[in-house]
């Protein structure tokens, strides 16, 4: 069983910052790769970017490119997304998740574990 708790949500003004961080648990975290996906509002879950084993974060959703950045410390269990350039379209719930397996999707259906999730609110 893995357990995932993120932190480091709340409210910021449009083009601000924030850094949300995801506190692993659990028998497996190294050696599968972790995603973060959100769900704002009026949206369907939408997946933000996925950090591989290793760390180094392979792919972004063309929104967030650039401006949001994922990383991991496998010694902390731990896994990072620094969020940049906030506009009001980011305001969601942001949810830490686990890889089923290495084949690199942005499907919901292809990561097995999900925190609870931190609301993220961007003001204008």
């Known amino acids: 069983q893995v357990q995932l708790r993120e932190s480091g949500g709340g409210v910021v003004q449009a083009g601000g910052s924030l850094r949300l961080s995801c506190a692993a648990s659990?028998?497996?975290?190294?050696?599968?790769?972790m995603a973060w996906f959100r769900q704002g509002p009026r949206t369907e879950r939408e997946f933000v970017t996925r950090i591989t084993w290793d760390g180094i974060a392979t792919l972004y959703a063309d929104s967030v490119k650039g401006r949001f950045t994922g990383s991991r410390d496998n010694a902390k269990t731990t896994v990072y997304l620094q969020m940049n350039s906030l506009k009001p379209e980011d305001t969601a719930v942001y949810y830490c998740?686990?890889?089923?397996?290495?084949?690199?999707?942005?499907?919901?259906?292809?990561?097995?574990?999900w925190g609870q999730g931190t609301q993220v609110t961007v003001s204008s």
């Open positions: 998740v686990r890889a089923r397996n290495n084949i690199v999707s942005k499907a919901s259906t292809e990561y097995d574990y």
């Open positions: 659990g028998r497996t975290f190294r050696g599968y790769d």
